[in-house]
């Protein structure tokens, strides 16, 4: 599923086409994603787009009438292509700009969202709840051992809580725990400052990096060039598990935690 870093590169690779451009025509072939396209979608055709922007893993498409939201979902992609370029499978949703140019979504699974939402966006269900943004002075020591206090839960399971910070999905917070020396299923709220402080900022940094190589290639992404990214030449735990750990040479170990897989060094990152 693309992250926080993976949505922030489409988003610095699709504003430039998009910005000051008048939309001419919003073509749905296929209007069931995540949940379904609403007819008043529409109400973007004539309006100019003023930013596209990012909250957490959502891209917004502002105009003065009201606000697209867009979602990759777990196989999204935005492309931006010359108008009249011929769909293709899974092709879904064209919006038709005034520059001759497409910004065309794709989504193989149709796990993704294409919404309207009027002004203000913060009463939007699905923004309204999310926390700060990792790259932000939002997001601080402090406010995250607020956020920790009393709780038991696996400190991985909470720096992937959206309600805590947003953005920081499994590959990531796999990296920022062992950067940070910190076992994945350490209690949350017994983590003390100090480890917390450099939580914060492997986070940070391990985000900003991601974005600087164009996001990280698993499986399905791809930037807004069509071009892979390259921040999985970077990892030195996810999807190592049974590997040797870069640090100590130690075997890593694999659980699953919430569902989601989990790899940490028992040396580097012990309870």
């Given amino acids: 599923m693309p992250e926080l870093p993976e949505v922030e590169v489409t988003r610095q690779g699709v504003a430039p086409y998009l910005v000051d451009q008048t939309v001419e025509q919003l073509i749905v072939r296929n209007a069931s994603l995540r949940w379904p396209v609403p007819d008043v979608a529409q109400n973007i055709v004539g309006q100019t787009i003023k930013s596209v922007r990012r909250r957490a893993k959502y891209l917004l498409i502002d105009t003065d009438a009201g606000i697209t939201i867009v979602h990759l979902g777990m196989s999204g992609s935005l492309r931006i292509l010359p108008r009249g370029t011929p769909a293709e499978k899974h092709d879904h949703i064209d919006l038709v700009l005034q520059n001759g140019r497409i910004l065309r979504y794709n989504d193989p699974r149709r796990f993704g969202a294409w919404l309207w939402y009027e002004l203000p966006e913060e009463a939007h269900p699905l923004l309204s709840k999310l926390g700060p943004e990792p790259l932000t002075d939002a997001f601080n020591p402090n406010q995250l051992q607020a956020a ?93 598990g049974g590997e040797t750990c870069t640090t100590c040479g130690n075997l890593l170990s694999e659980i699953k935690l919430g569902q989601r897989t989990t790899v940490f060094c028992g040396l580097c990152q012990a309870r």
Avoid at 160 to 174: C, E, K, Q, S
Avoid at 204 to 226: E, S, W
């Fill in 148 to 240: 920790l206090v009393g709780k038991q839960k696996a400190i991985k399971l909470c720096l992937m809580d959206n309600h805590i910070v947003v953005g920081v999905g499994n590959i990531y917070a796999n990296e920022a725990l062992f950067a940070a020396n910190i076992h994945p299923q350490a209690a949350a709220g017994s983590i003390d400052i100090a480890r917390l402080t450099v939580l914060v900022t492997e986070v940070k940094t391990i985000l900003a990096n991601a974005i600087t190589q164009g996001g990280t290639t698993l499986k399905d992404f791809t930037n807004a060039d069509g071009k892979p990214g390259y921040f999985a030449q970077k990892l030195h735990v996810y999807g190592r």
